[in-house]
């Protein structure tokens, strides 16, 4: 985890199969460095309320991404990444950008089963990356 954490913005999902490996990219803007947390789960559902989400795959990777503020202003709310599903390539089925609420970005990640991955941070430009084993 980062000593304090950044305020960065989502602004993108990109999704593509490799040899060996799936990635997925989530691009970022903003300043300093984001935290997160990842959790295997059989029932995705959107952070907050609860609500069931529907995703492709037959795993979930429940992705929060800790760092993001509130898109509480016009200017906020024009660069944030738009709210649904990106589709998928290798292993990954889909990903869905659920919201962002209480500074932590929820995705999660439809995966065709559970797989080994990393979660890496990467800057210039930042780029929260999540590595799957094909």
């Known amino acids: ?11 993108g999902v990109r999704v593509g199969a490799h040899d060996g490996f799936t990635r997925v990219v989530i691009d970022m803007e903003g300043e ?9 789960t059989d029932s995705p559902a959107q952070q907050a309320s609860g609500k069931p989400v ?3 795959g037959n795993a979930f990777l429940n992705l929060g ?3 993001t503020p509130w898109p509480s202003t ?8 738009q ?7 290798g292993v990954v089925s889909a990903v869905n950008y ?8 929820q995705l999660i990640i439809g995966l065709e089963k559970k797989t080994a991955y990393s979660v890496t941070y990467l800057k210039d430009p930042s780029r929260v990356v999540i590595d799957f084993q094909n």
């Not at 985890?1 to 913005?9: A, E, H, T």
């Not at 659920?98 to 970005?105: D, I, L, Y």
Request: a negative charge; zero cysteines; charged letters at 20%.
């Open 1 to 11: 985890m980062p000593k304090s954490l950044g305020n960065l913005v989502p602004t």
């Open 98 to 105: 659920t919201t962002t609420f209480e500074a932590q970005t």
């Open 32 to 40: 300093g460095e984001p935290g997160w947390f990842t959790s295997y």
């Open 74 to 81: 016009p200017e906020l709310k024009e660069k944030y990444m």
């Open 54 to 56: 529907e995703v492709q």
């Open 83 to 89: 709210p649904g599903t990106t589709p998928g390539a």
């Open 65 to 67: 991404i800790e760092g």
